[in-house]
């Protein structure tokens, strides 16, 4: 004891220091870890806004929340997430917009009117359209299905995967609310006034009927054609709107090296299936086997050839029960397939039933004794004789049947869609059969009384056993690819080191051009945000590490770097716009050549083309039938400096050089007396639709954004 206690009264301060020193590093680890620690003032924004941050963790939820929503009803794979990514972090910026002109404008959205648009009688158009609202009677929105399934939504689902979707979706539509109100505002002072739906009408009725002929670019061979630095820059002066960068954009040159299974990955596959073909041929319990062999898990339902979706099923079809098909491959994978069962369906059932109900989305309707009283007591009264459309409506919980006297069509690929009970019946027994079934599925329950009227035609259903496994590289095949990738990286020590070892080993090289900081994906390659961040890093000439993305390993170059307004003429920008400048080019060769001509005639015959004719032309279209898209064309035909009968300058259009001469111009106005008025809100709906576009994409141009792909 008088150890102990030496101890404790020596060291006692020493363990208090340890023990605070601890607590310390503890919280100065967890600062520093964290993403939305800030303790030594690091940046934890995505972006700032006009000088707003929004913060990482703001973004994370969002994306979440995305995840959450779409998650319910589709497989979310690296490409959806990268969308849905991109989706976050755009809805998050233009909140921030609309949030700063709200303010300025004092436009709010009230607690009263959040309520109303989740709980009201009329409530936002997302809560209406959810599923769980909706009357299953009426098919109708029923606002006392909102509160009721809030109620009960952890009874019907314990998983909490439906509360935590209708929470967030809740959200959604709460924080769209100010958004929506903002473009209201535009939306509302939108009007034509009369001068302008006249001038649109003026334009509709306007006809025109023209000769021209049409001079190919063609005509003009590329060794003709000497295009400049200044040729390329003028095009652009010309067409600033196009070759201007709202935001930075950075280019790339890159060489995927593609992860594909070898001959030794197929053989893997296709020996772990002939291992087990055997015994999958003469084992009891199939379902069991299945399930432990296959990539896919067992699926007892039947199947008609017609429903069979499969390369194979002219030989599945043919087989005899208890054979096995296979392997074979198909859809990335290697599959045996046995035939379990054969048996003839009708391809269609036509019935009719009754339903009384005992429960409904979890909340009971009827005791169960009363139900099946009731559903005894109609089945009695149809066998005397009363009339199946009359109990329908007197009796029938199922609303949605009544104006049909309780009848349906199922095709059989419905068949494993239904409640088993009622499916079971219909498809598996005879017209003019009756019965009571009790069903249970998903929060309802009942009786059904059901007749079956009618068959369709009988055709054989097999029921199958599907044993599959996917064609995918191996870690061998993986580690032969990387290899070469990191050679390939390890010998491109510079932008010249790069572009020889491509042509030395005859790589392909690829191009990604425009891409933004804020973007996600890399067309081509797929997600790829490590590669954006170091695009965002390097300096035009660098040669990235190995990324190693899905299904290939990739080395890049960075080509060019466009700041923010005019573009710079680069490499990339040149190739693209070559042919359109190359093509200008050619126009100004064919309209020299054939300058001083005096007609259309003297035109065709020197060009050795012909004179066509084109009667009709719309003032408001500018597609034409024998020219097809040109507007110049339909512009020139209307411009009254061109007077009839005379020939026109040379034309610029894309696909040639085109000389008109106008034969005539006339009207054709609209002789319905609610023409204005059609038109009049034509417009405003059209510039509306614009409105709401735009209008949170045209604050984004011209707010102050500064990224940090660091945080993405």
Known sequence: MSVIQKIRTKYAKLAGGVIALALVAFILMDALSSRSGNLFGEDTS?????GEEIDYIAYSQRTKDYEILYGSSQTIDDNFRAQLNSMALEELIKEQLVAEQAEKLGLTVTEAEKKDMIYGND?????????????????????????????????????????????????????????????????????????????????????????????????????????TDADYKKYMEEHKAEYSNEEETRSMEYVAFNVLPAAEDTARALGVLNEVKEEF????????????????????????????????????????????????????????VKVLDKKMYPDSVKCRHILIKTADRGQAVLEDSIAKKKIDSVAAAIKAGAPFAEMVQKYSDDA??????????????????????????????????????????????????????????????????????????????????????????????????????INKNKFQKLVADNIKVADFTVYGIGPSRDVIKWMYKAEVGDVSPVFQLTGKYVVAKLTSIR?????????????????????????????????????????????????????????NNSFTPAAGYAPKIVGYSFYDGLKPNTLSKPILEQTGVYFITVKARYSKPEQDTTFVTRERQMMQMEARNTISSQITELLKNKAKLKYNPENF
Do not use: C
């Open 563 to 619: 700041k923010k307004g005019m573009m710079e003429l680069d490499t990339v920008l040149r190739t693209n716009i070559e042919p359109i400048v190359k093509s200008r080019k050619k126009s100004e060769i064919l309209a020299k050549k054939y300058e001083g001509k005096k007609s259309l005639a003297e035109i065709a015959t020197a060009a050795g083309v012909q004179v066509t004719t084109l009667d009709s032309i719309r003032g």
């Open 46 to 50: 995505v972006v700032k806004v006009n």
């Open 400 to 501: 949605g049947s009544k104006e049909t006297a309780g009848e349906y069509t199922f095709p059989f690929a419905q068949k494993n869609s239904l409640v088993k009970e009622f499916s079971d019946f219909v498809f598996e027994n005879k017209p003019g059969q009756t019965t009571i079934v009790k069903v249970e599925s998903n929060g309802y329950s009942g009786y059904h009384y059901i007749e079956i009227l009618n068959h369709g035609q009988y055709n054989e259903a097999l029921k199958l056993a599907v044993i599959s496994k996917q064609l995918y590289a191996g870690d061998e095949t993986e580690n032969e690819v990387y290899a070469k990738a990191t050679e390939f990286a390890g010998n491109s020590t510079s932008a010249k080191a790069f572009d020889d070892e």
């Open 123 to 227: 409530p936002d158009a997302g809560v209406k359209n959810y599923q769980a609202f909706q009357n299953p009677d009426t098919k109708m929105f029923d606002p006392q299905y909102v509160k009721l399934f809030e109620q009960q939504v952890d009874q019907l689902d314990p998983t909490g995967k439906a509360r935590q979707h209708w929470e967030t979706y809740k959200s959604y539509i709460l924080r769209s609310a100010l958004s929506k109100k903002y473009n209201t505002l535009f939306n509302a002072a939108v009007y034509m006034p009369k001068f302008l739906v006249e001038a649109r009408a003026k334009q509709q009725a306007s006809m025109a009927n023209i000769d021209f002929v049409s001079l190919n670019y063609e005509m003009v061979s590329d060794e003709e054609v000497k295009l």
């Open 281 to 336: 041929a003469t084992t009891a319990d199939v379902e069991s086997f299945v399930n432990r062999n296959s990539e896919e898990p067992f699926n007892a339902a039947y199947l008609m050839k017609a429903d069979y979706k499969s390369l194979y099923a002219d030989s599945v079809y043919k087989m005899p029960v208890g054979t096995v098909f296979g392997p074979v491959y198909e859809n990335e994978e290697y599959k045996l």
